[in-house]
């Protein structure tokens, strides 16, 4: 369990835990379950900056894009790249083959950057109204930081069973395929259940559409490139907590 815990710790954040050499499929599952955990301190940096920036007067849209660069920084910006790959990758007017080759090639094209411009506008208005609505409320910097965690169980759809990896190499061989569909629909209805502290409508229904948005992401994916890749992994993250965090501006 440590060594997975290590594993999520240094694939998901800069914290420098050591290197987790040859992981083996068992211990990569390990690292994914546990990847909400691995990612507690980014969270909690998170609710931090904006808690912050309500205490010194900040506008809550500068505290919110604050977050956010913290958020960035917090995981190299690997998600973000991810994101802009993937939509990319996906605009493409070729097969599967130039596709990848075009999401592995690393500049960000014109889809790349507008899904970046789209996905980070609504992340940061989306936590601007969760921190402007209620001055006083020291709850919702708390959101936000569940939000980030929570965000990490999109992994549990892109690696779960039934996913193939769109490479023979790289990530794909030894993550993907790795979470059982039983252990990803259990996680997810456990996250539905919890989010009814929340709001006991509202909370369930977002987790739901978070859940949904990474499925239908990873379907196209599997539709357009034969199967996942670590960029796919990122931007399932990003989705999901554009969608959690959204979701939870309206409670």
């Known amino acids: 369990m440590i060594r997975s815990l290590r594993l999520s710790v ?4 800069v914290l420098r835990v050591g290197v987790v050499l040859d992981p083996s499929r068992r211990t990569a599952r390990g690292a994914l379950l546990l990847s909400p955990l691995a990612v507690a301190p980014l969270g909690i940096a998170v609710g931090l900056v904006l808690w ?24 190299r910006a690997l998600h973000l790249d991810g994101l802009s790959d993937v939509a990319d990758g996906l605009t493409a007017p070729y097969g599967p083959e130039r596709s990848l080759a075009i999401m592995k090639s690393g ?6 950057t507008a899904g970046l411009f789209f996905i980070l ?11 402007a609505r209620d001055h006083t409320d020291w709850q919702r910097p708390l959101i936000a930081c569940g939000c980030v965690m929570a965000a990490r169980m999109a992994l549990w759809i892109t690696a779960s069973a039934p996913v193939p990896p769109a490479r023979p190499d790289g990530l794909g061989l030894t993550f993907t395929r790795t979470i059982p569909v039983a252990a ?18 509202r909370g369930p229904v977002t987790v739901a559409l978070a859940a949904a948005a990474v499925a239908v992401l990873t379907w196209r994916c599997i539709h357009r490139f034969g199967g996942v890749t670590g960029d796919v992994f990122g931007a399932a993250i990003e989705l999901a907590f554009a ?7 309206t409670v």
């Open 243 to 249: 969608v959690l965090v959204l979701g939870a501006a």
């Open 52 to 75: 912050a920036g309500r205490v010194i007067g900040l506008p809550s849209f500068s505290a919110a894009f604050l977050a956010l660069g913290a958020l960035a920084f917090g995981t």
């Open 10 to 13: 240094g694939m998901l954040t």
């Open 184 to 201: 990803t629909m259990l996680g997810w209805a456990a996250l539905a259940a919890a989010s009814v502290v929340v709001d006991p409508v």
């Open 107 to 112: 500049p960000s094209g014109p889809a790349g």
């Open 121 to 131: 506008a609504l992340q940061a208005s989306a936590l601007n109204h969760l921190v």
